[in-house]
């Protein structure tokens, strides 16, 4: 009875380290998400680096993050960039991606129910952040800038 209790314990807490949380050094946490062209499936992006960025328009700060990261990715191979927008309204968040000259198929509205399911598990609750993924599916960084990702 013992050594199974011990053996309980050891598997429960080797697996914690491998189960997925958004934070540094863990493994991603899945999530889809759809636009009117695209859907970005975060499992499907295995093998190359991916950004994620979460921001709104009202938080200066993250749409600076979200063109600055949105255009270091464009035309590298080895980076793909995923987008979760906040903005209370459908209408300005697609006017944004225009005015700010996004790529609209690495952009994604998230303040429906598919995108409101990411902000407690990527803990965005906190104010919006940024994340890089390595092809293994491990954050390596969080709130990774223009230059890190010009070394990849």
Known sequence: MMVSFVLFILLSSSSSLVADDARVGFQ????????????????????????????????????MANMELDRACRGNARLAHIAVNYDSSRRVYGEIVKLDNLDSNSQ????????KALVATWHQDEGYSSFLIDPQGKIVAKNPNVEMLKRI
């Open 108 to 115: 994604f509205y998230g303040n429906d129910a598919q995108g």
């Open 28 to 63: 991603a946490p899945n999530f889809a998400v759809s636009n009117k062209t695209a859907t970005a499936q975060l499992q499907d992006y295995r093998g190359k680096y991916v950004v994620v960025t979460f921001w709104s328009s009202i938080d200066p700060e993250s749409r």
